[in-house]
């Protein structure tokens, strides 16, 4: 931020908080209380808070209540020294840095034509990054949470009923918030989204975990492998196999490498399976089916600034732009490339599918836009777990969605789309109401069709 956007007349008070209640050298425009309730209860229009003096938690106490209260977009500032909830407060400052800190705050405040008491879940998590140049949502490892990380500051910004997973989740998809910092990679069950994940090594061949590792031995006459102690007879070694006389290491038999026995099948083995088991919902999986996701501090992105300013976060139908998504110039570049190499290749096949909204404006007027949002995020996440990393999307209007498959049948597809769409969802009463259509070529394309005319004759149901 520049400090030349600063407004001739700063409105606003900053609010010290400490123990004595007593201001000190240096703290201009300032009141200091003891206590949360006094502040309240002066009626000061604050313009940043500043905690100083406080011992154990009562920091993050009072961060909290500050999240919760009114006043949950201005600044947080902790003086030097002081033990600092990072994930609820903007940092550590001198007083004066505080202060000038809160000033800037208010002046993008003031460009901004939001009112931050009406604003949606989603959208006070964008203007509270939007006041603060280069801010961060960081992530906080804890053992409690089902995904195992969690977004603190989202959580305190959330009110009753508000998801902060989905709300974040949300935001990802439609590219309003972008990632910066890795900061770990995670591993999920699919089935019920935990990410504690117990890995353990089984029987290959009957996936038994009693298994041990046991030296074996290998007879030369019939070829038999298994574990030393079966090889054991009244004080000498015979095969069990064949009953032949093993006498001589490197003549009769030897000792290949360590193997491992299972207890319950007695299958011999070099190599253990490993498998991960959930801890929440005990389901087993193959390490390979389950769903790795990238843990990021996450930042507002270009997108996410512009669509603040404009007022357009309410803008439902960006869910539907996954990381399938492409301009629809780009798109109809790709269904020319595929219609040019089938005429020639006609092992070449692709299905062209077109789902449209037919009653969003009905139920935008009737149920709110967040309701239609919460509806679209659905289904954009269902469609994007039924998507291959082969098909593209994209939109030609707000409320028509085409997708290319190649080498794809769409009728599974559009019914298992159908579907999710049938129930109201996101507590709304009325249901969106689709029409999906879809043709293959060969089959359903002209002699000659570019893919401007192929869209066309789809849309109008030709």
Same mark, same amino acid.
């Given at each position: 931020?520049?400090?030349?956007?600063?407004?001739?007349?700063?409105?606003?008070?900053?609010?010290?908080?400490?123990?004595?209640?007593?201001?000190?050298?240096?703290?201009?425009?300032?009141?200091?209380?003891?206590?949360?309730?006094?502040?309240?209860?002066?009626?000061?229009?604050?313009?940043?808070?500043?905690?100083?003096?406080?011992?154990?938690?009562?920091?993050?106490?009072?961060?909290?209540?500050?999240?919760?209260?009114?006043?949950?977009?201005?600044?947080?500032?902790?003086?030097?020294?002081?033990?600092?909830?990072?994930?609820?407060?903007?940092?550590?400052?001198?007083?004066?840095?505080?202060?000038?800190?809160?000033?800037?705050?208010?002046?993008?405040?003031?460009?901004?034509?939001?009112?931050?008491?009406?604003?949606?879940?989603?959208?006070?998590?964008?203007?509270?990054?939007?006041?603060?140049?280069?801010?961060?949502? =960081?992530?906080?490892?804890?053992?409690?949470?089902?995904?195992?990380?969690?977004?603190?500051?989202?959580?305190?910004?959330?009110?009753?009923?508000?998801?902060?997973?989905?709300?974040?989740?949300?935001?990802?998809?439609?590219?309003?918030?972008?990632?910066?910092?890795?900061?770990?990679?995670?591993?999920?069950?699919?089935?019920?989204?935990?990410?504690? *994940?117990?890995?353990?090594?089984?029987?290959?061949?009957?996936?038994?975990?009693? *298994?041990?590792?046991?030296?074996?031995?290998?007879?030369?006459?019939?070829?038999?492998?298994?574990?030393?102690?079966?090889?054991?007879?009244?004080?000498?070694?015979?095969?069990?196999?064949?009953?032949?006389?093993?006498?001589?290491?490197?003549?009769?038999?030897?000792?290949?490498?360590?193997?491992?026995?299972?207890?319950?099948?007695?299958?011999?083995?070099?190599?253990?399976?490993?498998?991960?088991?959930?801890?929440?919902?005990?389901?087993?999986?193959?390490?390979?089916?389950?769903?790795?996701?990238?843990?990021?501090?996450?930042?507002?992105?270009?997108?996410?600034?512009?669509?603040?300013?404009?007022? =357009?976060?309410?803008?439902?139908?960006?869910?539907?732009?996954?990381?399938?998504?492409?301009?629809?110039?780009?798109?109809?570049?790709?269904?020319?490339?595929?219609?040019?190499?089938?005429?020639?290749?006609?092992?070449?096949?692709?299905?062209?599918?077109?789902?449209?909204?037919?009653?969003?404006?009905?139920?935008?007027?009737?149920?709110?836009?967040?309701?239609?949002?919460?509806?679209?995020?659905?289904?954009?996440?269902?469609?994007?777990?039924?998507?291959?990393?082969?098909?593209?999307?994209?939109?030609?209007?707000?409320?028509?969605?085409?997708?290319?498959?190649?080498?794809?049948?769409?009728?599974?597809?559009?019914?298992?789309? =159908?579907?999710?769409?049938?129930?109201?969802?996101?507590?709304?009463?009325?249901?969106?109401?689709?029409? *999906?259509?879809?043709?293959?070529?060969?089959?359903?394309?002209?002699?000659?069709?570019?893919?401007?005319?192929?869209?066309?004759?789809?849309?109008?149901?030709?």
């Amino acid at each position: 931020m520049n400090v030349e956007m600063m407004p001739a007349a700063v409105s606003g008070t900053m609010v010290v908080l400490r123990p004595s209640g007593q201001l000190v050298a240096g703290e201009s425009r300032a009141r200091a209380w003891n206590t949360w309730e006094a502040f309240v209860a002066s009626g000061v229009e604050p313009l940043g808070f500043y905690l100083d003096g406080w011992q154990g938690d009562a920091p993050f106490a009072l961060a909290a209540r500050l999240r919760a209260s009114a006043w949950w977009d201005l600044p947080l500032f902790m003086a030097p020294g002081e033990s600092a909830p990072p994930w609820l407060a903007d940092g550590v400052a001198p007083y004066a840095a505080a202060l000038a800190a809160s000033e800037l705050c208010l002046a993008v405040r003031r460009s901004l034509p939001l009112d931050p008491a009406a604003l949606h879940f989603d959208e006070r998590v964008l203007y509270f990054l939007c006041l603060r140049d280069g801010a961060q949502l =960081q992530p906080q490892c804890d053992r409690a949470s089902l995904a195992l990380y969690r977004y603190p500051m989202v959580e305190a910004l959330a009110r009753a009923g508000d998801d902060a997973d989905a709300c974040l989740a949300g935001l990802a998809r439609r590219r309003l918030l972008e990632p910066a910092e890795l900061v770990d990679r995670t591993r999920h069950c699919r089935t019920c989204g935990s990410a504690h *994940i117990h890995y353990l090594d089984v029987c290959p061949h009957c996936t038994s975990i009693h *298994i041990r590792k046991s030296p074996s031995l290998h007879c030369f006459a019939c070829g038999h492998v298994a574990p030393e102690a079966d090889f054991h007879a009244d004080g000498a070694l015979s095969c069990p196999k064949c009953s032949a006389m093993l006498r001589h290491i490197g003549v009769d038999y030897d000792r290949p490498l360590t193997q491992y026995a299972c207890g319950s099948c007695h299958h011999v083995f070099v190599e253990t399976q490993v498998v991960a088991r959930c801890l929440d919902c005990r389901t087993t999986a193959e390490p390979n089916a389950l769903d790795v996701r990238e843990i990021s501090a996450l930042r507002l992105s270009p997108q996410g600034r512009a669509a603040l300013r404009a007022g =357009q976060i309410q803008e439902s139908f960006a869910a539907l732009d996954s990381t399938h998504y492409v301009p629809p110039a780009d798109f109809r570049r790709m269904l020319d490339w595929a219609l040019a190499t089938q005429s020639r290749h006609d092992e070449m096949r692709f299905a062209l599918m077109l789902v449209e909204f037919q009653n969003a404006a009905e139920v935008i007027e009737r149920e709110g836009a967040s309701r239609v949002f919460l509806m679209l995020d659905e289904f954009a996440r269902r469609l994007h777990e039924l998507l291959r990393t082969s098909d593209i999307t994209t939109r030609t209007h707000e409320e028509c969605l085409w997708m290319f498959l190649p080498f794809s049948l769409p009728e599974g597809l559009a019914a298992r789309l =159908q579907a999710s769409l049938q129930g109201p969802a996101g507590g709304a009463a009325m249901p969106l109401r689709t029409r *999906i259509r879809h043709l293959s070529v060969p089959g359903g394309a002209r002699p000659g069709e570019q893919a401007a005319e192929l869209m066309a004759r789809l849309r109008d149901g030709a």
